[in-house]
């Protein structure tokens, strides 16, 4: 019943910055965990960051120190500021969220696609040279 919808790309100059978006409506708030992902056509999802309703974060390496992952538990919004933006950051972005399992987290399972059960439609981030 929760439902996911992502926005806030778009296409920007390598360098640049932006700020992607997701409203979560149905929202349990600490229930759940969330997480960004992105996918390039033809090619695996790739997770890039996870939050814990406590603030807890985790950052793929290709993102570490060029992207922070937020959430407003008030608003019900999750966000991903990307800064430094690079050509191989180009691909659609999704907001994903599951159930909060402590196990999975400690686990290592964060940015695991298959352990995510509510995704967002995505939204396009084209950089270009």
């Known amino acids: 019943q929760v439902r996911l919808t992502e926005s806030g790309g778009g296409s920007v100059q390598t360098g640049g910055d932006l700020t992607l978006s997701c409203a979560a409506a149905?929202?349990?708030?600490?229930?759940?965990?969330m997480a960004w992902f992105r996918q390039v056509p033809g090619k695996e999802y790739e997770g890039v960051a996870h939050i814990l309703p406590n603030g807890g974060t985790q950052y793929a390496d290709s993102v570490k120190g060029r992207f922070t992952i937020s959430l407003d538990n008030a608003k019900h919004t999750l966000f991903l500021q990307m800064n430094s933006l690079k050509v191989e950051d180009t691909a659609m972005y999704y907001c994903?969220?599951?159930?909060?399992?402590?196990?999975?987290?400690?686990?290592?399972?964060?940015?695991?696609?298959?352990?995510?059960?509510?995704w967002g439609h995505g939204t396009q981030v084209t950089v270009s040279a």
């Open positions: 994903a969220a599951r159930r909060c399992m402590p196990a999975l987290t400690s686990l290592g399972f964060a940015l695991s696609r298959a352990t995510y059960d509510t």
């Open positions: 149905g929202w349990i708030g600490s229930m759940y965990c």
